[in-house]
C-alpha cells in the first residue's frame, strides 16, 4: 500500500507531470519518454547587435516562482563565462523562461546553458548580428513544417551546418489542424507523427501542446540548439487563411491564445502586445523588416477575380500602420540590402490553369490585395529603393522572381535588359507540408510537371526565373556586398530521418544589378 502510495505521489507531483492545466494529457507518454526537467531543449533568437534572447522551459510542475539560472560564454565548455543571472520560473507563462541577454557584442558565437535545482540544460550556440561593414551573412529560410507531413530533415540538414548565422522561419511553424485533418493521406509518410491534441487546437491548452509536440522532435529541438531563429508567424500558427477581420469574443479568446502559445515557445523578444512586427540590422550589409500579414492589419479574401471590391483601397494586407512603418524604414535605411520577411508571395503572378481551379490560393497572396501591393510598389519607385530582397513562405513550393510591379506592361518591364527591376523575392518549399503533386488527385507528378511549364511561359510570367512545385527543404540567403544569393537544399526523402540532399539549385542578383542569374 505505501508502494503504490508512493507511486501515486510520484505520479502526480514528480516532475514529468505537469500541471494539468498546461498540456492535454495525451502528451504524457511522449514527456515520460522525453530528458527530464529540460525535455524541449534551449533557443536563442531575435539577435541584435548587442544582444540575443535564450530560451527555455522547466518541465516541473512545483516551478512556480523557483530560480533558474543561467549563463552565456565565449567558449564550448563554458569557462569563459561573460553574462550570468537568475530568472523566477512563471506558472502562469506555462514555466517559460526567456531573457534578452544585453551588453555582448556584435557578430559574435556565444554559448550558453541554463541550471535548475541541480539539471544543467543542454548547452546551446548562438550569435549576435554584425554592425560595421560585414563581408558576408548567410540566413537559412525556411516555412511550413507540418509534424504530420513527414520528417523534419531540412530542420536536421540545417542544425548540423556552422555556416549559417540565423534561420529565418517564415511561418506555419505548427499546424493547428487536428490528428489527420490536413493535407492528402499521401503527404503522411509517417504513421507515428499524429499531431496532439487529436482536435484542431482552439485553446491555450491546446496550442501549448501542439507546440511541445513539435518541439519534442530532436530534428527541430538540435536546430534551436545551435542557431539562433528570427521567427514570424503565418496562419495556421492561430487557423487556416486567417485575417484580422475575424470577429467575436470565441474568436479573440482564440486568437489571444494562439500569440501568447506563440511568444511563449519561440525565441522571439518579448513585448506587451504579442506582435511580430520588428527590423533587423546586419551593419551596413543589410536591414530586414519582419511582417505580419495575418493578423495585423489583413481584411478578409476576396471571393476572386471578378470579386468587385478586389481592388478597393479599403482592403488591406499590412494595414496603413504597418505600411507606413515598413516604407519609412526602408527610404531611410543605409544598408546595401533590404530585406523583406514576409509570409506571402508578394510578386504579383499569372496564375497557370493549375492554380486557377483553386483560385483562394491566389486570393490568399498579394495579388489579392491589389491595393496595397501597388501602394508599396509605386513608393519603391518614387524613393529609388532598390535592392530589395523579399523572402517568403506560405505556398509550399520554390520560387524566384525579378522583382518588378508589372511584369507583364513590356514598357515598365523589359526581361532581357532587366528595365523595371528592384530586387528578387525568393520563396521557399515547405519543410515537410504538401505541395503541388502531394495535392493531386491523378497523375500528381505530370500535372505538375505541365504545371510548372505554364508557370514559366514568358507570356503569363516573364519575370519568373525558378520554380519547383514538389520538393521539400529550405534555401539559404548569401549576402555579400556583391550579390544575394540564393541556394535551395532539396531534401530526398520524408518518410524516415534522413538528411541526404536531393538536389541543390542556386540563383542570384548583384547588388545594384536588374537580372536573376544562376550563379
Ligand atoms: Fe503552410
Known sequence: MRIIAILLFLFFTGPNNFGQNVFDPDLKPYLDKAEPVFPFGVASGDPQQNGVVIWTK?????????????????DTTLQNVVQLGTEDIKEKIAFTVKIFVENLSPGTTYFYRFKYKNTYSPIGRTKTAPDGNPNKLR????SCAD???GEFNAYGHIAQRTDIDVIVHLGDYIYESGAGQWGTKRNRPVASRVHIPASTCTSL???RTRYAQYRLDAQLRECHRLHPFITIWDDHEISNNVNAGEKGPQWDKREAAARQAYFEWLPIKDNPEHSIIRSFSFGNLAEMWMLDSRLEGRSPQAKGLHDPNLGSMERHMLGGKQTDWLLNGMANSKARWKIMGNQVIFSPMHDSKVFDRRPALRMDRWDGYPAEQQHIFDFFYQNNI??????TGDVHTAWAFELTARPLDKGFYDPKTGKGVIGAEFVTPSVTSFNLDELLGTLPRLVAAIGKRRFKKNKYNPHLRYVDLIRHGYFTLTLTPEKAQADWYFIKRKDRVDLKIGKKKRRAINYNG???SKK
Open 139 to 142: 540566413f537559412a529560410v525556411v
Open 386 to 391: 532598390q535592392n530589395i530582397i523579399v523572402v
Open 205 to 207: 491548452r491546446d496550442y
Open 58 to 74: 522547466i518541465l516541473d510542475q512545483n516551478a512556480d516562482n523557483q530560480p533558474v539560472s543561467w549563463e552565456v560564454a565565449t
Open 147 to 149: 509534424f504530420q507531413g
Open 514 to 516: 536588374n537580372h536573376i
